[in-house]
């Protein structure tokens, strides 16, 4: 038996509905074809799947479909805006942290939260606040160095 849903996906109406066992991720993409969340470990320890949900970061393969009830979901897709990506997305491919990009999208979802709470953060709260975050490329350095782009170009200390 399904549950109806609504809720708010990268600033649309969403009327669907979800098993009450599903979880988030697997709505955003398989009924949603939302494809830019990834799933990786699937027991919330990589971050793949990171989405903004009511503004905060959240690992959506520990989130049930249902719980998205009237709250405001943000997806990677949902982050450019008229065409211009979202200088976290920007500074990303600036940077070079972009890497084998499977993990990037959880990246950048928690970079936003990041830089929404702390416009400036240090190098050290970067990496904190990516710990959640599971690169399995070959490291963090050009990440960090992207979040720390990301926050000069929200702050307009440098251009695009």
């Not at 699937?42 to 009830?69: P, R």
């Not at 976290?88 to 939260?113: E, K, R």
């Not at 399995?136 to 050009?142: H, P």
Request: charged share 15%.
């Amino acid at each position: 038996m399904t549950t109806p849903i609504r809720f708010t996906l990268n600033g649309q109406p969403v009327e669907t509905a979800a098993e009450p066992s599903q979880l988030l991720v697997e709505l955003l993409r398989a009924q949603l074809g939302r494809t830019g969340t990834h799933v990786g470990c699937d027991t919330s320890q990589c971050g793949c799947c990171t989405v903004l949900m009511d503004g905060e970061a959240v690992k959506s393969c520990s989130v049930l479909a249902v719980q998205a009830e009237g709250s405001a979901v943000t997806t990677v897709e949902g982050l450019a805006t008229g065409g211009a990506l979202h200088p976290v997305q920007q500074a990303f491919i600036d940077c070079h942290g972009l890497q084998c990009g499977f993990c990037t999208p959880g990246m950048i979802m928690s970079a936003v939260d990041l830089l929404q709470r702390n416009p400036s953060p240090s190098d050290e709260e970067v990496v904190e606040a990516l710990e959640g975050n599971l690169c399995r490329c070959t490291g963090y350095v050009n990440i960090v160095a992207a979040v720390q782009r990301a926050a000069k170009l929200m702050a307009g200390e440098v251009t695009a």
